[in-house]
């Protein structure tokens, strides 16, 4: 079955929150283009999907990812143009009935390229291919508008915090999909990791996330509602993301309206990880 709410790529919705940025002169944080324009993220992530489906006993779904993404930054119409280079990928994601899916770099045709204004919106310039099972285990659209954590745009002291809310759909041969959370970033302070001087900032909020596709020719509705948080450490002296944890908690359901059955309750939970290659 295709769960595309849930399913799209943990990579990107779980695991990220990187990017370029700086301290301006005037002690804002906000987006620019970085000291070094380009850049290469490792990115990890990995989600547990439980349906109970009553009689039928409980069903589950383990996704996992792994990738190596190029990036390079430039001035941008709206701030500052990304463009994404998928150098290697390896999406898995296990079915209670049928076969697991996979999904590889040789299944993303083409870069992803997108502009962020001076706090973290995205906005979509050009969008990969997908082709297999990376139409729905890959979504770029939700890497546009979640990949890049939102930043206030002005100065800031250890201990204030800044909300911002992040909204996106998007539509595949698959199936369609929308999110919309709100999240609140807390400065924590300064940190020396390894030398480096960086500054540590965490978030938390909530998420919902509605999806709808058809698996052997019935239409699958789910939409999920939960918790999401996590932390990363920022390199004002290079504007640069070094690093940065994510997880989700989320319950809802899912429903066959073919099949005359009930909406099965359904929790997904995950975690992620990213890193600035080289430190």
Known sequence: MKYAAASALLLFGLAACAGPGAVSPSGGLMYQVPESPSVVYVVEGGQNINIDAGPMGSMSMTSSSEAMLAMSFAAGANGVQVTTTFQELSVSMTQPMGGSLSASESDIVGDLVFTIDPKGEGTVVTLPETKGSAEQLVSPVSFV???F??????AVSPGETWTDSIQWEASTGDGDV?????VTYTM??????????????????EADVVGSGFTEGMEVLQAVSGDVAGMFLWDPARGLMVSGESSQDMDGTVEVPAAGMPPMPVSVSGSGTVRLQGG
């Open 145 to 147: 508008h979640e990949f």
């Open 149 to 154: 954590p939102r930043l206030p745009g002005g």
């Open 178 to 182: 929308s999110s919309s959370s709100v």
């Open 188 to 205: 924590v302070g300064d940190t020396v990791v390894d030398g480096l001087a960086l500054l540590h900032i965490t978030y938390e909020g």
